[in-house]
């Protein structure tokens, strides 16, 4: 099948959408589809990674009109240019303004959603109606709707009374016979000597918390790595640092990918994924993947994946939770490491990217016959 993705940052720098999409393509290819990926980037052109062909488009300096605009310009270059393509997968509301089209000029087309984005605090609460007011309309303007976990399909479900089917985002298992890189000691850890938090610095994930409950715990020689960056609000990446000043256990790497990261995984004492919102995170399942113990949020989409016994819980925005939690783990090693076992027999039988990807690729035949 030639499938058509529309939505993302440039497939380059990763966040949720474009791992997503990197990972997903990667695999179809690997199954002998032909997946072509549209990208924001900060210049026009094409490229061939991993066997599939991506089309950078440069954009405009606006959150509230690039993704709409370049979701128009990818669905004409699509009609226009790439024949016979089976399917436009749209990924989240601002591209999939413009399915309506693809239709009409008979190419089929699905939507997915990565997350309920309107709930997010970056946002005014004028943003916040605007940005729901366009979920409603894009529930309604896609027939094909796929979401990345359970919960946000029963949302469009009871609220929109819009049927989705959920393709969760997934990993590949990690390989056990790689090296680690010097991070390390480029950063004064120790293997098993440290709390990993590995996420774009932004408030809903909420490391700030997760900061001050740990200041408070009773570290034992542990320390905390806070692995993420975010250049878009500096300000906030700076407000973390500086409740960070007088405490050297917390240590800052920027983001890191790669090897550095899979090292950073492989040597955790623990995972930690305070967020107030998720989708389905990648982090988490690549950490359960590394069989890290995990210290998580009780929101559904971590619940959706980690049972009662499988994590230590906290509620999110609750400092005194995680203080609590941490002090639990390091009081009781054993127990707590115990989790990690079903955690990767959860993931490796559920959340791998060859099984998504016959998963996607059902349904899509269930669509386009």
Not at 225 to 230: E, Q
Not at 252 to 281: H, Q, W
Not at 324 to 336: G, M, P
Request: proline share 4%; hydrophobic share 40%; with cysteine.
């Amino acid at each position: 099948m030639k499938i058509v993705f529309i939505g993302g940052r440039d497939i380059h720098i990763l966040g949720g959408i474009e791992s997503y999409m990197l990972n997903l393509a990667t695999q179809l290819v690997k199954m002998e589809h032909e997946p072509i990926v549209f990208c924001e980037s900060d210049h026009n052109g094409e490229e061939f990674v991993n066997g599939f062909r991506v089309i950078h488009q440069k954009g405009f300096n606006s959150n509230l009109i690039c993704k709409p605009w370049l979701g128009l310009k990818a669905t004409l270059k699509t009609i226009r240019h790439i024949h016979d393509a089976d399917i436009i997968h749209y990924n989240a509301w601002p591209p999939s303004l413009w399915s309506p089209i693809a239709r009409l000029c008979g190419i089929k087309s699905l939507m997915q959603g990565h997350g309920l984005e309107w709930q997010r605090s970056k946002y005014s609460p004028t943003q916040q109606r605007i940005m729901k007011f366009m979920e409603w309309l894009t529930a309604h303007l896609n027939r094909n709707l796929i979401m990345c976990s359970e919960d946000q399909c029963r949302y469009f479900k009871k609220h929109y009374n819009r049927e989705a089917t959920a393709i969760p985002t997934a990993i590949y298992l990690p390989d056990n016979n790689s090296g680690d890189t010097d991070i390390l000691s480029r950063f004064n850890l120790s293997p098993k000597g440290y709390f990993l938090f590995l996420a774009r610095l932004v408030q809903d994930k909420n490391p700030d918390y997760l900061i001050e409950g740990f200041k408070k715990a009773t570290r034992s020689g542990k320390k905390l790595v806070i692995a993420g960056n975010n250049p878009a609000d500096a300000t906030y990446v700076e407000k973390l640092h500086n409740m960070a000043k007088g405490y050297p256990d917390v240590i800052f790497t920027d983001a890191v990918y790669g090897a550095d990261k899979e090292t950073l995984l492989r040597n955790a004492f623990a995972f930690c994924i305070p967020s107030t919102i998720e989708g389905l995170s990648i982090s988490l399942l690549e950490a359960m993947s590394y069989k890290l113990p995990v210290i998580a949020s009780d929101i559904a989409a971590n619940r959706e994946v980690l049972t009662d016994e499988a994590a230590l819980w906290v509620r999110p925005e609750k400092i005194e939770d995680i203080t609590d939690v941490i002090n639990r783990a390091l009081s009781d090693t054993i127990a707590f490491q115990a989790t990690a076992e079903n955690n990767y027999n959860l993931v490796a039988s559920t959340y791998t990217w060859p099984r998504v990807a016959e998963k996607y690729i059902t349904y899509l035949k269930s669509i386009t016959k």
